[in-house]
């Protein structure tokens, strides 16, 4: 097939939100305030979540829960320290990540409070240098709208990831990103505007970010054993490392600690879960401690209100999402930093709460443990077993495999397909990854990785045909009918390959090329970030890219990767290198197939022509690869020339069960010694938006050295990449 964009998969999610272990090793003892109908319900919340992180491969973990303004479990499970089997206690420090994110905007409530700003004053009045590249919303965003994620701007991270720009050039990068909404127009979530948040509090306080944090919130509340950066951190009696696990290798692999100090205030804190118990008691509290205010009544009103809305019931306030469990209102935010995975909740009706601290990165595990605790705590709010009976009823037990088509909402607003690959039947979301469908006992169907209250269940007539689907969500239920069948194309596979090949160039001068030396410009449009690239290929099977990033007139950062027909890895100047394994090495070696295009029956187990569809204003045959080893994508091709138009993908990662989509369409067709090539990919992902890529050079038959083909040692302080 076609050479899926290299640049896609050189980033390490970084969101600052999210082999067998040995037994776990209980640190510390549960708390004692707990009584004795809830010891057992903590007895069986702690077994759950230790059997899930066992499972997922989380070397070490904490738990506290705090109920009616009470410590009833604060306990260390597993190893901080997984090397040497240091059990993980009560006191252990874990970075907490985007959980940081309350605490920011918490301290501007409390400037707020003290006279010193208002959450309705544009950013310019202390950070003249702010702006946001759209005249209007660069007119009327205020401060409160950098608290919310309502910008315009999606993630800005690139700047923020290679660790060598200032809080100040970080704001300033972000200002030159394209925005892809107007303000307000809809949720997205923004690290930059929270960096941006934290120094405006910073300013009017005359104080460092990282000093106000002490000063406001941890010196009131008695967080003596929580710090704000790394270098602090590892200073302390009690720290965990950082590591991330392997689903392929089953390998557990310690990850080096990130200090964030530019982008601090949206998730550089590090706390152990009987501080953050402190935290959570505070919040219960309604804002006080000990009976003294920390912030004013508005004030804590305004950071636990819906401020933003995302979908459903589910919105963001002021550094907190608010959503619904059984029609109780719960805040919570994840957190996720490299090594790192944390959540913090809490349903203040019911005066309880929770943290959960883990020693990985992006585990589902801190989603999965709301409904744990909630259930476990609150069962007169969990739906009773009548109701069950009920539902039951309705949507009773049905083999997956009669799920299998395509379905859409009665008024056609949203279209999904159910589809079964092997022995595995996935719910398929245009825009978003598979997601495999688990039988419940109740005779609904999970849909991993997304939490418990995300579920499928089917809907039968008499003669027990599947007629109607509910989509349950936390933002409500969505009901579903089976879609009308979409006419297949009349031409076949074996037509349309043949049209292919012939409209870039033919199988003899496809042949003739044997290597190929590509230089080419980036433009991460929604990032403010430019690049330059120059890639490798050769036949029958090597492949090497190397990239260099640049902001605000300087080099940020370097990268570099390679397949070299049987393994491969990438290295970057911002993240420990990956060494490919599983679904990740399966997808290298079909791009670094030279002859991909020739190679399809090799390729692939199966290829279907599954519709026309328009692409812009081109007409297309979509047609869906599986590859015998590998994930599927679907490419369309257009009807009038049958060259490629656009391609739907997933990017895939061996320490993490998420896959995340990304398309790339393809321009600007030269022909060049024969073969037809186009000269600009445009990359759309949800994590880095448009990245414009345009060959600037192009040779062929060239000699290529082989060392380019093996791993290489990336630095800034070494030659450009051309």
């Known amino acids: ?398 083999s997956a495999d009669l799920l299998v088509g395509t379905w859409a909402t009665t008024k056609g607003t949203l279209k999904t397909e159910i589809r079964k690959d092997g022995d595995e039947v996935t719910l398929n979301v245009p825009g978003q990854q598979p997601y495999p469908l688990i039988a419940r006992p109740d005779g609904s169907f999970s849909l991993s990785p997304l939490p418990d209250s995300f579920s499928i269940r089917a809907k039968v007539d008499d003669a027990g045909k599947v007629v109607a689907l509910s989509l349950v969500q936390p933002q409500g239920t969505a009901e579903l009918v089976p879609s009308a069948p979409v006419e297949k194309p009349a031409i076949t596979v074996d037509e349309l390959h043949k049209k292919l090949i012939a409209a870039l160039g033919g199988e003899e001068n496809l042949r003739k090329i044997r290597s190929r030396i590509v230089d080419a410009d980036i433009d991460f449009v929604n990032q403010g970030v430019t690049g330059t690239a120059r890639s490798y290929t050769e036949a029958p099977d090597r492949s090497a890219t190397s990239t260099s990033f640049s902001a605000l007139g300087k080099v940020i950062g370097k990268a570099y990767e390679f397949f070299d027909g049987t393994k491969g890895d990438e290295a970057t100047t911002f993240a420990p290198t990956e060494n490919w394994a599983g679904l990740k090495l399966d997808n290298a070696r079909i791009s670094a197939d030279f002859y991909s295009v020739l190679n399809w029956d090799k390729n692939f187990s199966s290829i279907e022509i599954q519709s026309k569809v328009k692409v812009g204003d081109q007409e297309t045959y979509a047609v869906k690869f599986t590859p015998r080893k590998g994930t599927e994508f679907t490419v369309y091709y257009s009807t009038q020339t049958f060259l490629p138009v656009k391609q739907d993908a997933f990017n895939v990662s061996s320490t993490s069960t998420v896959r995340l989509p990304y398309s790339e369409e393809y321009s600007d067709y030269r022909t060049v010694d024969g073969v037809v090539v186009p000269y600009v990919v445009t990359t759309n992902s949800l994590s880095m938006g448009k990245i414009v890529v345009t060959i600037k050079d192009l040779k062929q038959n060239v000699e290529i050295d082989p060392k380019v083909f093996s791993h290489h040692d990336v630095s800034l302080d070494k030659a450009a990449s051309r």
């Open 1 to 398: 097939m076609y050479k899926r964009s290299a640049i896609v998969t050189l980033f390490i999610v970084f969101t600052l939100l999210a082999g067998i272990l040995p037994k776990p090793i209980a640190a510390q003892v549960a708390s004692a305030a707990a009584s004795a109908d809830q010891g057992a319900s903590l007895a069986a919340i702690e077994k759950k979540i230790n059997e899930r992180r066992e499972a997922l491969g989380i070397p070490g973990a904490a738990l506290a829960i705090v109920k009616d303004g009470k410590i009833i479990y604060a306990k260390g499970l597993g190893y901080k320290d997984f090397e040497k089997k240091i059990p993980a206690t009560a006191d252990t420090q874990f970075a907490i990540g985007s959980a940081t994110k309350a605490f920011t905007a918490l301290s501007v409530l409390i400037a707020q409070d003290e006279g010193k700003l208002s959450l309705d004053d544009s950013p310019k009045k202390y950070l003249p240098y702010f702006q946001i590249a759209d005249p209007e919303t660069d007119k009327k965003i205020v401060v409160r709208d950098l608290l919310d994620h309502s910008s315009g701007l999606t993630r800005t991270d690139l700047a923020m990831l290679t660790g060598q720009l200032t809080r100040k050039e970080l704001i300033e990068v972000a200002g030159l990103a394209k925005p892809t909404a107007k303000l307000h127009e809809k949720f997205q979530y923004q690290n930059i505007m929270y960096a941006a948040a934290g120094e405006i509090a910073a300013t009017v306080e005359k104080k460092t970010w990282n000093n106000v944090i002490k000063s406001e919130i941890f010196k009131p509340l008695g967080m003596a054993n929580s710090t704000t950066s790394i270098p602090e951190m590892t200073k302390a009696k009690d720290y965990s490392f950082g590591y991330e696990y392997n689903f392929d290798t089953k390998a557990t692999r310690r990850l080096p600690l990130r200090d964030i100090g530019p982008p601090a205030p949206a998730g550089a804190i590090n706390s152990s879960v009987n501080d953050m118990a402190k935290w959570l008691e505070f919040i219960l509290a309604g804002g006080e401690v000990n009976g003294k205010r920390i912030v004013s009544q508005n004030g804590f009103d305004e950071w636990t209100k819906p401020q933003m809305p995302i979908a459903g019931k589910v919105s963001y306030g002021l550094g907190w999402f608010i959503e619904d469990w059984n029609g109780l209102k719960v805040l919570q935010h994840g957190g996720n930093i490299d090594g790192f995975n944390a959540m913090v909740a809490l349903i203040p009706e019911k005066k309880l709460g929770f943290v959960l601290l883990t020693n990985v990165s992006g585990s589902p595990l801190t989603d999965e443990a709301r409904n744990i605790v909630w259930s476990g705590l609150l069962p007169d709010a969990v739906p009773q077993k009548a109701a069950d009976t009920a539902a039951a009823a309705t949507y009773p037990k049905v």
